[in-house]
């Protein structure tokens, strides 16, 4: 059985996430989608609209759940038995961020391995603050989230 984390402030989650998702789904037993409580980035959503968000969105996928966590990331994935801790990378710009955090999650927890996926090149360039700066100015955000999170983001701020 081979369990996977996937970690981050997803405020909000994107296509990009989305996609990372979708095709770890196809690889992984489980996958638990963890969204960080204490995360350092000052968030628009609050934790409970995250975990939401992400629910609506990985409904169809069955081997695909969602939890909030606080603390240290290896001691999530300890208590969830999971062997894995999925990051999707999408330049070589993310790698040294990656790494210094694949290698200290390695230091803190030998038994749990991070597995990177690049993610696909059509959401390359995307991330969760990209989409806030544009979604904030009513720009057009149709294709990098999906429309629920386009919903709940015109919500938030006011242009629905
Ligand atoms: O989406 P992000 O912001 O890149 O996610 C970063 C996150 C939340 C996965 C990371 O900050 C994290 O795991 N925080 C939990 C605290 C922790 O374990 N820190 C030590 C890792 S070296």
Redesign the pocket.
């Known amino acids: 059985m081979i369990k996977a984390i996937y ?4 405020d909000p989650i994107t296509n990009g996430h989305l996609d990372i998702i979708h095709r770890a789904s196809k690889i992984f037993n489980r996958i638990v989608v963890v969204v ?1 409580e ?4 000052k968030s628009l959503f609050s934790i409970e609209e995250k975990v939401n968000m992400i629910q609506n969105v990985i409904a169809e996928l069955k081997n695909v759940e969602v939890q909030s966590f606080r ?4 001691d999530c994935a300890r208590s969830n038995h999971a062997n894995i801790i999925l990051r999707g990378m999408r330049a070589i710009s993310d790698f040294e961020y990656e790494s ?2 694949a290698l ?2 390695k230091k803190m927890a030998p038994e749990i391995e991070t597995v990177f996926m690049v993610t696909s090149t059509r959401f390359s360039y995307l991330n ?1 603050s990209i989409v806030k700066e544009v979604a904030s100015l009513n720009g057009c955000i149709g294709e990098l989230v999906p429309p629920f999170v386009e919903k709940m983001l015109k919500t938030k701020y006011g242009y629905s």
């Not at 970690?7 to 997803?10: M, T």
């Not at 204490?38 to 980035?41: A, D, F, L, T």
């Not at 603390?71 to 290896?74: F, Y």
């Open positions: 970690p981050g402030s997803f960080a204490n995360s350092r980035k603390g240290l990331l290896i210094q955090f200290m999650n969760s």
